[in-house]
């Protein structure tokens, strides 16, 4: 499964072969065909461990960083990632196609979907209860503005390629959480910006 997506980040869907997965991975393409049967098969595969496992990508983020913001921050960096070039970002598009036009395919886009957006909600809990956010902050939906935030960024990003996709990703995600940091953070930052800029 690492090597098929391995091969995904360099092969669009209509270039993308179980020979060149097998090559991937260093073995036969005939023992992929025999494991799966298709090359349809063994993606579906990959996306459903991809869906299962959503969550667990945004809570590892949270398990490595003490703050739940320079979490959430680091998820958007990571997601960023699909797009560390417009061509890279063209590639994951087209398989998106594939995702939203075949229906067992579209059934684990809606699983992931939903349980990133769920994990979204934690952190974003984890933010209040820390006072990172403030008191009576409605989680669930600043999880799902975070969540059009991080997918439209980078589709917006496409559109006017300034700077990196990480960088306006990131700064897409910090607009939409900014209103509902707490005064004293806001300030802190709005300082440490001010002293960035005189340098």
Not at 79 to 88: K, N
Not at 127 to 144: F, I, P, Q
Not at 151 to 169: D, K, P
Request: proline share 3%.
């Amino acid at each position: 499964m690492a090597a098929a997506y391995r091969a995904m980040q360099r092969l669009g869907p209509g270039e993308l072969t179980l020979a060149e997965i097998a090559g991937e991975a260093g073995v036969t393409a005939g023992a992929l065909a025999q494991r799966f049967g298709s090359k349809r098969a063994l993606l579906l595969a990959l996306f459903e461990g991809a869906a299962a496992g959503a969550g667990d990508t945004v809570r590892g983020m949270r398990a490595a960083h003490r703050s739940p913001l320079a979490a959430l921050r680091a998820y958007a960096e990571c997601l960023a990632g699909m797009a560390s070039s417009p061509a890279a970002l063209a590639r994951n598009l087209a398989y998106l196609q594939i995702d939203l036009s075949d229906p067992d395919f579209r059934a684990q886009l809606a699983v992931q979907g939903r349980a990133t957006r769920e994990a979204l909600r934690e952190l974003l809990d984890e933010a209040v209860a820390a006072g990172e956010l403030a008191r009576g902050t409605d989680t669930k939906a600043l999880a799902r503005t975070v969540e059009v935030a991080l997918n439209g960024g980078l589709l917006t990003w496409a559109f006017y390629l300034e700077g990196s996709a990480t960088r306006f990703v990131r700064e897409a995600v910090d607009a939409v959480v900014a209103p509902y940091v707490r005064g004293e953070r806001r300030k802190e930052k709005g300082e440490r910006r001010a002293a960035k800029a005189s340098r």
